[in-house]
């Protein structure tokens, strides 16, 4: 064998390749024979690959078309309740939880007070009764039971199959025990949970959480793991959000580059450049809200002086929004001048409140930025879309995301 090539890994990424286009082809679906040509793989590679989607109940035929020549082609479509993710947004004081499909749509969803410093274990109880309670919600809902049944997906060859196309988490299903009493009706890949950082993705331990320092060297993702019995993956509120957005659709015009500020309880950034998520080395990349602008200033749960979050919130909680409009968009003429960004989303409750005088504000210093560098054209500023459960769909698709081959976007 030329090279050592591992068989597994490629035929890993070949299905993702075809798991993509079936996802983006929707209900009308798409032929074997457009797979090949789209993918650059042989018709016969393409039809092992299908047939072993079809086995596993990932996907289904949807009909016949028209052939130029030759006997009409079967067309194939993904079943999206076939698998489903749940994304978890542990905000400091509220957490929001969503059931979505493999196409990343929401079919449920849960809120509930929370608060952060309650000590590890109760966070993680409070949050496992909350993603418990939501799938017994579903399991009430006959239709999505019935897509399921359909499906004839088993919960062992789901995490198998996640696990295969794109390792989306550092716990081995295998290890995982089966979750004990939880009415469980569709397949869960697993879950994505987000809350702010610092935090190490990789690991899935958090770092110290600005205002939480208790928190510092917590392995969250495998006490959850344990606790659900399914596959976790853990990363910070705007990194989630960033990879929604990214694989949403809804940032073309970035053209690869762009930077998520979520204002609400705390100020974070998520980045993607180039079309992927950026972390950094050590995945600690996009704490934009602890950038020192001033110097000797107001102090910061961080243990800084005069960062952006700290300014940012002083003029929010003494209602000077445009204040804070102006500070967050230093803040963000900083970021376009350090990484050439095309643009700049910004998202949060606090921002949701009052989302026109953020975008006039932040608007204002990247307009005089452009200014005062000679350029005709300022880097645009626009509300997220996706408002209050952007940052929860992005978890969720922390663990759909790699099903299709796009785990950085």
Known sequence: MAGGVNLLALRSHNAALVLDLLRTAGESGISRLELAERTGLTPQAVSKITARLRADGLVTEAGRRASTGGKPRTVLRLVPGAGHAVGLHLDRDELRAVLCD?????????????????????VVEGAAREVEGLLAEVAEVPEVAEVAEFSGVSEAAEVGEVTEVGEVTQVEPASVPAPAGVPVPVPVLGVGVALPGPLDH?????????????????????????????????DKDTNAAALGLALGGAVEDAHGSFAYLHLGTGLGAGLVIGGAVHRGARTGAGEFGHQVIQLDGPPCGCGNRGCIEALCLAAVAR?????????????????????????????????????????????????????????????????????????????????????????EG
């Open 319 to 407: 209602g000077d929004t445009a204040e804070a409009a102006r500070v967050l968009g230093a803040g963000a003429a900083n970021l376009a001048g350090l990484l050439d960004i095309d643009l700049v989303l910004l998202g949060g409750r606090t921002v949701a409140a009052q989302p026109d005088s953020f975008l006039r504000g932040v608007g204002a210093v990247l307009g005089a930025r452009a200014r005062r560098e000679g350029s005709t054209t300022a880097v645009p500023v626009r509300i997220a879309p996706g408002g209050a459960r952007g940052v929860a769909e992005g978890a969720a698709q922390l663990l759909l995301a790699p099903l299709f081959g796009r785990a």
């Open 202 to 234: 990789l690991h899935g331990v958090l770092h110290r959480v600005t205002g939480f320092p208790e928190w510092d060297g917590y392995p969250l993702r495998d006490a959850l793991a344990r606790r659900l019995g399914v596959p976790v993956v853990v």
């Open 102 to 122: 493999l196409t990343g749509a929401v079919v449920a969803e849960r809120r509930a007070p929370l608060d952060l410093g309650a000590g590890a274990d109760a």
